[in-house]
């Protein structure tokens, strides 16, 4: 059957209309024949909300795309060429317990950082892996695309332990960089590319080459002149310019939550005493995002959805998609399998990376040895990252409280076991595994 | 000649007795003909009176030992077996600096870790390398033996662009630990061993013998049970079980620093908020010291030297010395490079590892890949002894602020470059590798 | 200045037309301001023929290129974007030798492999050293592209000891072999792509995609049921179907040296006894080919050029180049430092693999671990290749003696030491650095 | 209970006796209480010869151990300390095809290099697992130490796929090569010791101390003015010196199968054609051997069965054996898995090596990178070596013919695969894996 046939799990989710602009907008490279949004019982009602907003979006750009809904999805998955999963298990309110939890006993609440991230994981893992075991027995030939966070703990896991070979972890952070360095440099993104190394919310644009010649000095003379910043849903940072310009290399924007460890904590810290909480300000947004989609005269993305976050996801992952469809081998940042790429890092375990798409999936570009600088750190993530999925999937407390312990940012073992006991209370319901 | 040439460079130090004690204990395994006591001009007064407590100890013991005294190392080393290293640049007045200039923002103050650490690697590097530099030069087949802290970068520093290939880097923290071990096994220290892999002040005991049988798993249990009582200069431990269980190897008495952050950061700060700093409890430590070496009556060791930390350096440092002399190729745990031996870091880096001692050097045992909850640490430790390294060198400042900000220990970069800034102006006497 | 100034050192070289052609086809994308032609006062009939005959091409296109000869390569350079080296140390009388000196002690006298491929990159490896040397000084921003022969061991040389990081190694082997396989497919080449790795004259196609898809096993079934034609200067191969499907790649021509020894070097040394060396073969063609040049009236490249092998070379070189200057980013074959690129090879020597071409130089492609059966050969290589470089470099007569005799196709440590004294003797003119 | 018990399999080799007297011998430091001599059904005529002629050895030594016999490996195990094994699959009616097969190919005929060497794998390997497999099951606790050739592709297979990690190889090779170097520089055996890395038949003496100190260029030296005796059952070797000392390292006596191709085949192929070979000369011997074993009056090893080869066998595995009761830590020469001890080899692989041998087990001593001369062909072997034993327990006949292919002492894959095919064919009794 000719045409591209998307799945889209965890169709529900606000992003969706933005994904369903990026195919609408690609139709002549990338012609999508079905989108299947699917979601469990509990999202019944904004898949529903979605499923009929972009049936009007893709009605409106008169397009032959067919949108189905399902609660199954195994109902959906036959055939599909391409299987994106955007989920976030337990939802708000699970969030909501990552975020208060650990700023309670005085350490970050972040949802993909921390404590926060970790149980994000935990929740998401299983889950994933299961839809992984579904997609290789259903449609062994499609590609998994994740953007459910933590994105780099959920490809760790999918790349070592799950049922398909054609799992890609993609996150929107690299493309905002780039977005921003090329706002730096006041060129068109296109003249620009970096290539990025490391893991996800923790890759380094380690070159940055403007038409093809490297900029990586200016770029970092720039970057301390100007403050960039950040994304909706980041604290602008203002690195020491001498720091910066030893390192060598840019940040990502999550790399504040390390090199100003204070300045990040304290802040969460403060609006946490006067009650504010991220999650509870996207519970918000969200509500009014779908009150927004239930409106039927509503056929387009609505601009309100940009201050939601997650800018550009929708055009990472449509540019992927389209680039593995047409064998583009253009360069991409996707979180892969590292196979050698960076040195030091085992080689089955998930990087954020440059690799080139083609259509028998992404190719890193070999990257070699790290600076120094950047080395140690991005092991002490890995070796979290990884002690988080054993214990997501052995569902093993201590394990858990080890993880937790050697995260850079956790003040010690006594706190990472009062946050890990008190977060495996109250998250039950999602944590089957640590309940078996 | 017949006997063995000793020269050790710092022999003005207190703990010199104990090192005289140790020879005079194995003169039947290694028949010591002279020992040469090397200071600066500024420590005149201090060796004179160890040379003479040194030469009233040998007489006591009635050894043909020829004790000697200098204030060139050049004099001293022709002709040299063994050249130990056991210098503190800047004395204890900069040790205060090291101890307090980082406390007063905030952030710890210890000598071999964190700020404190990195500057006195800074001040040390330079003027080892010029003692390797000489011993390449006027006793190339003499083994220099370093126990001068930091003990870790010094030796990566000597190992990476020393003169000499015949360095081995030494500290006395694996000998305790085994001697905990043994007391908690309730045996002789001679039936058991460990198996040590790491860097220095942050070796873990990956495996436990008795009698040849791996006890690991009930050492790790009985550690649980009763608490470590830590070495005389740090603080007492006491882990949470689940993460000691779950970790699986036993941490050395300076991984608190990093697994309980808060606890030792805190005790730190309230010390120093009463005027307590440790370099001056030593100062006072010191005094009386060099008090009762003065004595001349004296002919022993006193006992009041226990008191002042460092047990067991001369066991570790005349083992190490008696094992290489006789090639007796027995199991010591010595700073040394890699050579693939662990896994993961690089094979030019110091790494502090049980090895065979033997006439040649020591080999170490091939540990293979650590447990993946410590590689990350170990990672971020060694990119931090590694800049650290090179901004000594180099005399480099931001390569310093670099260094601070990634150690995980700092808050942010931002108190890292004022940490670094006021102890550059404050240490200038000593640095003159940041002042050329 | 606006265009490209290319330097073409070898210019005397009958292949040079083919290079002219190539710049013509491609004035478009590549718009060629200069191109300087540079020989060495032996070569210097020569090159005035090609000079000559490259005008009238380039005039018979009615391009704006400029055509320049120089017998100093100084002259030449400064300004250069592009620097192609194409020299034969020694020209044909010293191939003679490294065909007949080894065939005379019955083992292989290939100019590539074997003796005379060693002795091929003692002649060329000083030259061009020198060359790089040059290139850093008088033009570092230029690109020296390297189709010497050995071109594996000169990029091995020069990535490790030449002056310039700028530097790329080029082969029209993989170029051949994607011919070989669209032909093998009965499609164009533009629609195949073979994933290359391995070392120059022993790199392995180990995949190959056909409209992007995974046709590795189908090219195995097909390259079994029908024999490959090899290259003008190759015999053609024909592997047994068993052999190649547990090889699960596709081997290179020169692979046949390797596979199949007894058949190579038996056909060699009937040839030898009568009196037949490919090395008098060419020339013969060579001077054929001059005479042709040389006839006014020629302003194209003679279809006669064409059986003097070399298939492709233009394509390959002028590929790469047009790729640098337009920041291609496309996958070519190149010859460049492993960077880890391929796991197990040391990260500094040199490879062949397929990379992406950018502005800023090749990337290579993550290739990971090789099939084990291709790992150990490549290996055993890889040792030969460096301790020529060594060698080479050094002027060790006894390193070349270990090099010989440890390259797999020569049968004893004795005929290694008697070809290699015999050949140094022989070629006293060529080997300065084994004559200081 | 007290005392050791020791379970032989392949008890009824020739061998026996020797090991027989080496715990008669070390009975102080290694109190054996009983021996099983265990062997199959076809074997039961020798094995009952042998378990007499023990009993005597025993009764005239006077010691308490009781000798079993048992043609159920199963009876025998439960309760052991040690399994050795020292079987030969198909006896030597199997070695006569190894050696003849091949040699009528015109390739080398030798039971542990080439063809020979891996139907001897092939045999061997599958029955070597189920031993694994028995001794994991009813005597977890028990080293099994393995003798059989090919010892090293034996223990690769073991280390990657037994059911046992307490599994060491063991080969008498580089005790002879110690000997003979404690021969070449005059001194007793006890002074001088070699740092051994490499293969097994394939290591090379990479370091050697005498009374500790370095002593290699020294015995290089004189090893190319004395010409080593080579083993029994090898011829004498005779290399270059110039090859010699620009390796820098000492060889095994196997190498010089591979750096004296040529003198090596013609001999095999001389004695070939004249009719000796050398299984039939091993079968005459052991016929006479038993011969003498069945004198009942015989009470100790007779003399005769040192012409048998396999020299020191004995004192290898006593002194392995003991080492390990005794928790020596004394280094040996044994093949266990490789764990980055040797820089570049897989790190699950077998390698032969120094190691410290604990109660626990060896560990080896870190090598770091091998030279680069010796590098290339280890490589190749281990890739023909897991080739080999992958090919053994899947049985597949392709992989067979690959892995013959890519020996590098293997002219062509024709010749390779009429050499499998025809083995095979001749030895399926004993190849069940190949005819499932």
């Known amino acids: 059957m000719s045409g591209v046939k998307i799945v889209t799990i965890g169709g529900g989710s606000s992003y969706t209309p933005e994904l369903i602009e990026g195919f609408i907008n690609r139709y002549d490279i990338l012609p999508v024949r079905e989108i299947w949004l699917v979601d469990i019982e509990e999202g019944r009602e904004k898949v529903e909300i979605i499923t009929a907003l972009a049936k009007r979006m893709i009605k409106k750009a008169g397009l032959p795309i067919v949108v189905k809904m399902s609660l199954d999805r195994r109902e959906a998955l036959p055939g599909a060429d391409f299987v994106t999963t955007q989920i976030r298990v337990g939802q708000l309110p699970a969030r909501e317990i990552d975020e208060s939890i650990p700023l309670s006993h005085g350490i970050l609440g972040q949802e993909t950082n921390g404590a926060g991230g970790m149980f994000n994981g935990f929740r998401a893992i299983p889950v994933l892996l299961e839809i992984a075991a579904d997609i290789a027995e259903l449609c062994p030939k499609a590609w998994m695309i994740n953007f459910s966070n933590p994105a780099g703990m959920v490809t760790e896991a999918c790349i070592r332990y799950g049922a398909t070979k054609r799992m890609i972890g993609l996150c929107n952070v690299p493309f905002n960089i780039e977005m921003q360095i090329a706002k730096l440099l006041e060129v068109e993104k296109s003249r620009i590319w970096v290539k990025f190394a490391g893991l996800n919310h923790m890759s380094y644009g380690v070159e940055i080459f403007l038409d093809g010649e490297d900029v990586t000095d200016q770029v970092i003379q720039k970057f301390n002149e100007v403050e960039m910043e950040g994304m909706k849903n980041i604290n602008s940072i203002n ?46 947004l969200e509500k009014e ?42 360069i991409q940042t996707v979180i892969v399998k590292n196979e050698g790429a960076i040195a030091g890092i085992d080689k089955d375990s998930a990087v954020e990376i440059s690799a080139i798409i083609t259509k028998d999936g992404p190719i890193p570009l070999t990257i070699g040895e790290l600076p120094i600088a950047v080395n140690g750190l991005i092991q002490h993530m890995k070796s979290f990252e990884r002690l988080t999925v054993e214990a997501a999937i052995e569902g093993d ?9 050697i995260n850079p940012l956790t003040p010690s073992d006594t706190i990472a076991k009062e946050v890990v006991v008190e977060m495996i209370a109250a998250q039950k319901e999602w944590l089957p595994n640590f309940y078996k």
Do not use: M
């Open 239 to 284: 690195y020491e310019p001498e720091f910066i310009r030893a390192l060598g290399v840019i940040p990502s924007f999550y790399h504040s939550y390390y090199y100003k460890k204070d300045k990040q904590l304290n802040q969460e810290l403060e609006e946490f005493k006067e009650g504010k909480i991220r999650s509870q300000v996207v519970q918000k």
């Open 289 to 330: 995002l779908f009150e927004l989609y239930k409106d039927e005269t509503l056929d387009i993305k609505p601009a309100q959805l940009e201050e939601r976050g997650g800018a550009y996801y929708s055009d990472a992952a449509c540019n992927l998609i389209a680039s593995i469809y047409n064998d583009t081998r253009d």
């Open 397 to 405: 407390v201590e394990k858990a409280i080890l993880a937790l312990t």
